[in-house]
């Protein structure tokens, strides 16, 4: 019988002394897979946290090692913490192993690590999971602000249902969920090592990350049934997070949705082109089908043919799109206004409808 993969937790904390026993409490108490290790790794704490878990860590079901740093002040943020945690962690796991990462105020689901490892021995080598907000913080957050969030929330997903009807991701099949967020991330050792580790960002490392991973071709799996509660505080420790952005929010709205997010006819061109790249890619070269194939490429990205052919020499696919987008003037990334959602969302709408009914055409 082969030996039980180690499944080792990376948890970056500032100053949660209050929060912290629920995280630990959950990770303690998951039914269908159990946690080896977990790496603790307190960043620039002031308060009484560590004591705090001191006094829990007896009582766990797994081991934890408890890191304390003081990090100068300019890279004092989540992106250094998370990337020393999981370097720790990688180091404990094995090369087999399974990394995770969570938030200090996260309470994950008491099926989060089976449904983890279920969506990593589907053939995932990485597993984002969904952060959702404590119900009863979430009571104290204004009814506009919800409104506002479900709105781009429900465009973001239409975005992606056009990519999943053009492109589909055979490891990431719909239903999915369109976050990347560090309060639940699983990885494969592996595919970690491979990525280059959580890059040290002050904002938006798990962002990074993900794009990392993309760019190396890893099979990453939006799983909507991988949940983890957050809070809903509006005065956060890290700069720049879920928090502040509340915090503006309560304040203005902001003029633009999430940077992530383009007008529907742009989401439609990425999305093609992304499906001539596979199929280019795919086929024997040198040879008039190829050469055709990347013209038709080039002439979508409004780019030289040149330079698509310099580019399909790539080895990994994510490498050479992520290329071929970046410097594509057709992709250029444009920010959606807020007050023109609703025209964005009917016209991602139409698309929608017309890929649906040439599926149907195509299958009758």
Same mark, same amino acid.
């Given at each position: 019988?082969?030996?039980?993969?180690?499944?080792?937790?990376?948890?970056?904390? $500032?100053?949660?002394? !209050?929060?912290?026993?629920?995280?630990?409490?959950?990770?303690?108490?998951?039914?269908?897979?159990?946690?080896?290790?977990?790496?603790?790794?307190?960043?620039?704490?002031?308060?009484?946290?560590?004591?705090?878990?001191?006094?829990?860590?007896?009582?766990?079901?797994?081991?934890?090692?408890?890191? %304390?740093?003081?990090?100068?002040?300019?890279?004092?943020?989540?992106?250094?913490?998370?990337?020393?945690?999981?370097?720790? #962690?990688?180091?404990?796991?094995?090369?087999?192993?399974?990394?995770?990462?969570?938030?200090?105020?996260?309470?994950?689901?008491?099926?989060?690590?089976?449904?983890?490892?279920? #969506?990593? +021995?589907?053939?995932?080598?990485?597993?984002?999971?969904?952060?959702?907000?404590?119900?009863? %913080?979430?009571?104290?957050?204004?009814?506009?602000?919800?409104? +506002? +969030?479900?709105? %781009?929330?429900?465009?973001?997903?239409?975005? @992606?249902?056009?990519?999943?009807?053009? @492109?589909?991701?055979?490891?990431?099949?719909?239903?999915?969920?369109? !976050?990347?967020?560090?309060? =639940?991330?699983?990885?494969?050792?592996?595919?970690?090592?491979?990525?280059?580790?959580?890059?040290?960002?002050?904002?938006?490392?798990?962002?990074?990350?993900?794009?990392?991973?993309?760019?190396?071709?890893?099979?990453?799996?939006?799983?909507?049934?991988?949940?983890?509660?957050?809070?809903?505080?509006?005065?956060?420790?890290?700069?720049?997070?879920?928090?502040?952005?509340?915090?503006? $929010?309560?304040?203005?709205? @902001?003029?633009?949705?999430?940077?992530?997010?383009?007008?529907?006819?742009?989401?439609?061109?990425?999305?093609?082109?992304?499906?001539?790249?596979?199929?280019?890619?795919?086929?024997?070269?040198?040879?008039?089908?190829?050469?055709?194939?990347?013209?038709?490429?080039?002439?979508?990205?409004?780019?030289?043919?040149?330079?698509?052919?310099?580019?399909?020499?790539?080895?990994?696919?994510?490498?050479?799109? =992520?290329?071929? !987008?970046?410097?594509?003037?057709?992709?250029? $990334?444009?920010?959606? $206004?807020?007050?023109?959602? @609703?025209?964005?969302?009917?016209?991602?709408?139409?698309?929608?409808?017309?890929?649906?009914? =040439?599926? =149907?055409?195509?299958?009758?």
């Amino acid at each position: 019988m082969p030996p039980a993969r180690s499944l080792v937790a990376a948890i970056p904390v $500032r100053n949660e002394a !209050e929060r912290i026993g629920h995280c630990l409490h959950a990770l303690a108490t998951q039914q269908g897979a159990g946690l080896t290790h977990a790496v603790v790794l307190l960043n620039n704490c002031t308060d009484t946290t560590a004591d705090r878990i001191r006094a829990i860590s007896p009582h766990l079901p797994f081991s934890l090692s408890l890191i %304390e740093r003081t990090y100068p002040l300019p890279i004092a943020h989540a992106g250094t913490a998370r990337r020393e945690a999981m370097e720790i #962690a990688g180091t404990m796991s094995g090369p087999d192993g399974i990394l995770l990462t969570t938030d200090a105020d996260g309470v994950v689901a008491p099926d989060w690590l089976a449904r983890n490892v279920a #969506a990593l +021995d589907a053939g995932a080598d990485a597993v984002c999971g969904r952060a959702l907000i404590d119900p009863a %913080e979430a009571l104290l957050i204004p009814h506009a602000l919800h409104e +506002d +969030d479900r709105a %781009e929330v429900a465009y973001a997903t239409m975005l @992606d249902r056009i990519h999943d009807l053009i @492109d589909p991701d055979p490891h990431d099949p719909w239903p999915r969920h369109t !976050e990347h967020s560090g309060a =639940s991330i699983a990885v494969r050792v592996g595919a970690w090592r491979q990525a280059g580790g959580i890059p040290p960002l002050p904002l938006g490392e798990d962002r990074g990350f993900l794009a990392a991973l993309r760019q190396g071709d890893a099979a990453i799996r939006h799983a909507p049934d991988v949940t983890v509660r957050v809070s809903g505080r509006t005065v956060g420790r890290a700069r720049g997070g879920m928090a502040d952005t509340m915090a503006r $929010r309560l304040i203005r709205q @902001d003029e633009m949705l999430d940077e992530s997010l383009e007008p529907a006819g742009t989401c439609l061109l990425r999305a093609q082109a992304r499906t001539t790249l596979r199929r280019v890619r795919a086929l024997p070269q040198p040879g008039r089908q190829h050469h055709e194939t990347a013209r038709s490429l080039a002439h979508q990205l409004g780019l030289p043919l040149s330079r698509v052919l310099e580019v399909m020499e790539e080895r990994f696919f994510g490498m050479a799109w =992520s290329q071929l !987008e970046a410097a594509s003037p057709t992709l250029e $990334r444009r920010p959606v $206004r807020r007050a023109e959602l @609703d025209l964005h969302a009917w016209q991602a709408e139409q698309i929608l409808r017309q890929l649906h009914a =040439s599926r =149907s055409a195509t299958c009758v």
